[in-house]
């Protein structure tokens, strides 16, 4: 079954009194939502008791989780302890998946701006085969690694690379974050023709049935030369892209991905968004 959520906590959420992110899946499940990627951007900190905690109350709420790892990953540095650093990174982020019993990290590739992007791409594929090894060997092989197409050009993290990615092992889902892919693409999503020549590339690369279970990034979001420059709200509609144009495709292919909203602030209710756009055209289309 195809689910959404927010990344991280609403504003509202610690409007409404609310302090700990145990609190949240049942908060989610409340508003009709059935998903939660917990933050470790800026590090693992999350404590095996805490964590253990988020688990059992998404388990009670039937909430789908995920975690982002630290953002600071960096697995195509040129420097050799940055890379071996990323593996660690990964490996912490995947024990407190275990914890919270988790199904699936998401990981920021890094940089290629010191590196061509072919040997970027190659440094990645490295640790990433690496990691799978250390991650099988301490039996968190169950826990899905899911690299994200990345929002600006000095990153190493186009569709296609993540693509490439993705065969190293089966069990590598992609993270599709459209919002990074329209900001990379100077706009490049304005249409539903749009989104199904995505939903192609990624078909073509690793399969229907692979494809049909992705994992999603959606928001609206601001951009320049570079890229990405900052997400924002649903409400703020002179940025792109638009999930009515996403919606039709994951009906019409009968896809059910993991869809987690990283808008500022409002995450939750617009991730509530996309699920109402959604089953709207369910509703239609079936």
Known sequence: MIKFGPSGNSDSFYEQGYKSSSQMPAWLAGMGLDAYEYSCTKGVNVGEATATEIGRQAKDNNIFLSIHAPYYINMSSEEE??????????????????????????????????????????????????????????????????????????????????????????????????????????????????FAAVIDIIE?????ERTRNIHCHFSRIEFSKGGEKRHWNFSD?????????????????????????????MMAEDALEMKRLYLQAKEKYE
């Open 204 to 208: 073509n690369s690793i399969g229907k």
């Open 237 to 265: 509609r002179q940025y792109g892209p638009e999930f009515e144009h996403l919606a039709p495709i994951l009906v019409k292919r009968k896809m059910e991905p993991v869809i987690i909203c990283e808008s500022r602030g």
């Open 81 to 194: 302890e940055k890379r071996e650093n990323s593996k660690r990174y990964i490996l912490e982020t995947l024990r407190a998946a275990k914890w919270m019993d988790a199904k699936r990290i998401v990981v920021h590739t890094g940089s290629c701006s010191k590196v061509g992007r072919e040997t970027a791409l190659k440094y990645a594929l490295q640790i990433l085969q690496e990691t799978l090894e250390l991650s099988d060997a301490a039996g968190y092989g169950d826990v899905h690694i899911c690299p994200e197409v990345l929002g600006k050009h000095n990153q190493l993290g186009t569709i296609e690379e993540v693509m490439e990615m993705c065969k190293v092992d089966e069990r590598i889902i992609p993270t599709i974050d459209f919002g990074h892919v329209h900001a990379r693409g100077l706009g490049r999503l304005n249409s539903e023709e749009d």
